[in-house]
């Protein structure tokens, strides 16, 4: 079943790219079923999930691949790989309907997004080390074309920087993958074996090298300072649904893979830097916020608090496995938030970039300075624009505060001076988001926007489903965190 | 005379024979019937190859002048394939030209050659197998008698080829005064109490040598030439046929090698990572997609020598290294077979907006360069994999680390091709060749798709393989 929700969007997207007659309308149609598929089969998977269960690993689904190797097309799930998957489909399902100017080919469009989806949901999915660098490396290739190809501003030029940075990162990620697997006895990339063995655990030398290549590679994709310059072109040169994908999807697989790889299976190591790791990650808070404040461009900032919301994750992950065999509980906290923090951040700055996308529909240009009094005009607009905003700030009720707030009480009991320091991060994201609401929807109209239409019903519908979620989450967690929990138990070792 | 294990080369020689045969007597408007023939020939030698490696045993032949093992067996089948893929792109590139038919022919003779280097365990086989590759080659090249370029082609090859072939007999000969034997078996035997200055002075030339047919340092200038001036179809096969004759010749002789007299790894590591490099770094600016896929195939021959390196530390090595020759030679087919369709346009102003004109050529030239940068799941990855698991496992991380940071230079100047094909405006018309180049280079893409995807049945039976002798 899960083998089926990573092939059907799969089998969509080769279905479109051959299918030349297909007319917007078609391929639209096409896109929605083959995205609703794998989210619909999550969602069943949700529920056959099995809590307390003793294997990390469930409903796994094998086929050998390359067996002298130890390589298997293999999938399974289990806490926190489902609930980022289930965000994931979600986002493809929103991100196929939002509008978006298709220049003459959605035949294409559609397609690469379906690619993508088929190619994130297996990197979440999977429970193969080998088939994890494969769908990293993929969505490399998804989102250039993507870039490149539907892209407004110089899309040619940030859709290379993309594809080469994130390249070198996956490559020197599948140095440290190799560096794992040539430490495992008898050798196999499957995860579970793999995390069971942990190799290299007598090793410091070599383990600590693996783990650094690990970190940069997954850094690089998260993004965390200072390896993050790749993606503030990236994302305004994109297309409005292409940067819900890029920041609601493809950063998440830094992070998840962090979770996966270094943390899970170089434990020793791990724990041994997980205090540089947690520096790292509050300069990427403080810096990311103090930099999104500057721009004034809308999709900039928002691609910076994207710098900002990843570093919490990544502060989660880093307390987390900070001391391994004691504080249990808070570390759980932390992993548990550094998870939510995922899902919430995939739902709020996928329906950020998603209103910047309707911005530039109407307006075709980012530049903050150039909109104002939109709230009478747009109320809609405004409505929804003011829910993303103070979920992405932290607000007790929304699903961004459930997250950081479980990563920062655990991260207090293990770094307390690292999680003050972060704290002045969600001080200053607040500032610059009230900011934003001000000088969009407040003040005097400009004559040229008196005719600024509100949203569609697509658009409604599109970012109602995401911020309803955002909503729930944020006043009745516990169908999330139960799963999510399920996870992050045996991570932590409890 | 045990025969039976050399029928695969037996059938190609007289292939080749019947061809020119066929050649001069068929009228200049019937002288493609020669493909097929070719592809005949191809296909039985494949077929007795495939014999051979099933019902016998590894074991050397001919006085030990000949070794017949697994290796043997995928080199065997890598070169026929690639042929009969070169062989397809031929035809309506070649239909007006006089000496069509001789061209299958020169063609199956220098398949031949890459095939004795392939399985040569004494020396003079390997001389005998890379003069028959150097000379066909050369014929090759200059096919276009009538074309400035491709004689200049051809004389550029025939240049550097000829110090080469030099340096390998003199590397040759120095080996036979040191160890007093040919064979590599009783060679191996005779090193120990060789002198030390002679062998590596020998060892050295005979790399030279070899390093010619490879297109690596320091032989490697006629690589871009040839891609940008012979006959593309001609280009297509000289810059992925030799090389595999080649990269297994030096992989068998360096094996018999004794490391403690002959740092040989080292010396293979530093060329390789010199190689990649100044491939790469001239490939960056080229405005001529041929000279491109030249320097290109240069880069890509300091990959495959990373296998060499870890030969004997790693018993991924083997398996890396055909695992490696199958990618680049289906992939390097796959993009001179997109060239060769579009009847040899070269700028790369002039691949512009091809996704539109010709969304196919264009899906076939995205699947060649993603597999020669290592992207999965195709070939290419599957290659990388193995070579980067096995130099690791070799103890040389710091050339696979030299080889990733090759690997992301490299993909910029494939996507300074691929780019614009897929964001650039149609141009007017893009005229194409006909069918059988087209077919030609999707059968070399399919086959980067297949490999990738089902690579394990691929080097199953080569893990840990003897390298005989």
């Known amino acids: 079943m899960l083998t089926a929700a990573v092939l059907v969007p799969l089998v969509g997207a080769i279905a479109l790219a051959l299918w030349p007659r297909a007319s917007e309308r ?157 430490g495992t006895e008898p050798r196999t990339f499957d995860m579970a074996e793999v995390i069971a063995q942990q190799p290299l655990a007598g090793e410091a030398t070599r383990a600590g090298l693996a783990l650094l290549a690990l970190m940069i590679g997954l850094g690089i994709k998260s993004p965390v300072v200072p390896f993050h310059t790749w993606l503030p072109p990236a994302h305004v040169d994109a297309p409005g649904p292409a940067s819900t994908i890029l920041a609601g999807v493809l950063l998440k697989m830094g992070t998840f893979g962090m979770i996966r790889l270094p943390y899970a299976m170089l434990r020793d190591s791990f724990q041994r830097w997980a205090f540089v790791i947690a520096v790292v990650a509050v300069i990427s808070i403080v ?78 240009e980012y530049d903050l300075d150039a909109y104002g009094g939109l709230a009478g005009q747009a109320p809609k607009l405004a409505g929804a624009t003011t829910i993303a905003a103070f979920a992405s700030l932290g607000l007790p009720g929304l699903a961004g505060f459930v997250a950081e707030f479980h990563v920062f009480v655990g991260t ?33 109209l400009p004559d040229r926007w008196r005719g600024f239409p509100d949203l569609v019903p697509r658009e409604v519908s599109a970012l109602g489903v995401l911020l309803a979620l955002t909503v729930l989450i944020g006043v009745w967690p516990g169908w999330l965190l139960d799963v999510v929990r399920d996870g992050t138990a045996w991570l932590v070792g409890s | 005379m045990p025969v039976e294990h050399v029928v695969p080369e037996i059938a190609v020689v007289i292939g080749a024979a019947v061809v020119l045969v066929v050649a001069m007597f068929t009228r200049r408007a019937r002288q493609w019937v020669n493909a097929p023939l070719a592809l005949l020939t191809l296909a039985a030698a494949a077929g007795f190859t495939i014999d051979v490696a099933i019902n016998g045993s590894p074991l050397t032949t001919m006085h030990a002048s000949w070794a017949v093992d697994p290796v043997t067996h995928a080199a065997r089948l890598t070169i026929l394939g690639a042929t009969a893929i070169a062989v397809v792109l031929a035809p309506e590139w070649l239909r007006r030209d006089p000496r069509h038919g001789e061209y299958y022919g020169v063609l199956l003779l220098s398949a031949l050659g890459a095939m004795l280097m392939a399985g040569a365990a004494d020396t003079m086989e390997l001389v005998l197998g890379l003069l028959l590759a150097s000379i066909t080659g050369y014929t090759l090249a200059a096919y276009h008698r009538g074309s400035a370029a491709s004689v200049e082609a051809g004389m550029k090859f025939f240049l ?55 297109g690596a340092i320091p032989a490697h200038t006629w690589m871009p030439d040839v891609a940008e ?23 068998r002789l360096l094996s018999i090698l004794p490391e403690p007299q002959v740092g040989w790894r080292p010396l293979v590591a530093v060329i390789a990572v010199m190689t990649m490099t100044l491939g790469n770094l001239a490939a960056l600016w080229q405005d001529d997609v041929r000279r491109l896929l030249g320097w290109s195939s240069v880069s890509q021959s300091g990959y495959g020598l990373m296998a060499i390196v870890a030969i004997g530390h790693s018993d991924r090595a083997i398996p890396a290294l055909i695992t490696f020759l199958i990618a680049y030679a289906l992939a390097n087919l796959a993009a001179f077979g997109v060239v060769v369709e579009l009847r040899g346009r070269t700028a790369i102003a002039d691949y512009d907006g091809l996704a539109r004109a010709r969304p196919w050529l264009a899906a076939v030239l995205v699947v060649a360069f993603l597999s020669l940068v290592g992207i999965p799941p195709l070939a290419g990855f599957v290659a990388k994999l193995e070579l980067f698991t096995a130099t690791i496992d070799a103890g040389y991380a710091w050339l696979a680390i030299a080889a990733v940071l090759n690997t992301v230079v490299s993909l910029f100047y494939y996507l300074r091709v691929l780019g614009p094909a897929y964001t650039a405006e149609a141009p007017r018309a893009v005229p194409v060749l006909g069918r059988w180049a087209g077919i030609g280079a999707g059968v070399a893409a399919a086959g980067l798709l297949t490999v990738g995807l089902l690579a394990g049945p691929v080097s199953r039976g080569l893990e840990g393989a003897p390298l005989l002798p």
């Open chain 1, 26 to 182: 078609t391929a639209r149609g096409v896109g929605v079923v083959t995205t609703l598929v794998p989210l619909v089969l999550l969602i069943v998977t949700w529920g056959r999930f099995e809590a307390g269960a003793s294997d990390p690993f469930q409903l796994v689904e094998r086929i050998e691949w390359i067996p002298q190797l130890g390589a298997s097309f293999a999938f399974g799930v289990d806490g926190i790989g489902l609930a980022v998957a289930a965000t994931a489909a979600l986002l493809f399902v929103v991100a196929v309907v939002y509008p978006a100017d298709t220049r003459g080919r959605p035949r294409q469009y559609v397609a690469w997004f379906l690619f993508l989806d088929a190619v994130s949901l297996g990197l979440f999915l999977t429970v193969d080390l080998l088939l994890f660098y494969v769908f990293f490396d993929l969505s490399l290739v998804g989102m250039y074309f993507l870039i490149s190809s539907w892209g407004h501003g110089d899309p040619k030029r940030a859709a290379l920087k993309f594809f080469l940075y994130t390249l070198a990162g996956s490559l020197v990620m599948l140095l440290g993958v190799l560096a794992i697997y040539l």
């Open chain 1, 287 to 364: 810096y990311g916020a103090l930099v999104a404040f500057g721009q004034r461009d809308l999709k900039r900032r928002i691609a910076y608090t994207s710098v900002n919301h990843m570093g919490y994750t990544v502060l989660g992950v880093a307390a987390a496995g900070a001391l391994i065999g004691g504080d249990e509980a808070a570390r759980e906290l932390a992993l548990t938030g550094a998870t939510v923090e995922m899902v919430a951040h995939g739902l709020i700055t996928g329906a950020l970039f998603l209103i910047a996308g309707s911005f530039w529909q109407r307006g075709g």
């Open chain 1, 412 to 444: 207090f009991s293990v770094f307390p001076v690292l999680a003050a320091v972060g704290l002045l991060g969600i001080l200053i994201t607040a500032a610059l988001f009230l900011q934003v609401l001000q000088e969009l929807f407040l003040g005097d």
């Open chain 2, 160 to 214: 550097v080829g000829g110090l080469a072939n030099v340096a390998l007999i003199t590397g040759v000969v120095l080996l036979f005064g040191v160890t007093g034997t040919t064979g590599y078996e009783h060679a191996a035997m005779a090193l120990d109490g060789a002198s030390r200055p002679v062998l590596v002075t020998a060892v050295t030339l005979i790399t030279v040598g070899l390093a010619f047919e490879l």
């Open chain 2, 229 to 251: 001036g012979a006959p593309a179809p001609a280009a297509a096969f000289l810059t992925v046929v030799p090389k595999i004759g080649a990269l297994v010749g030096l992989a």
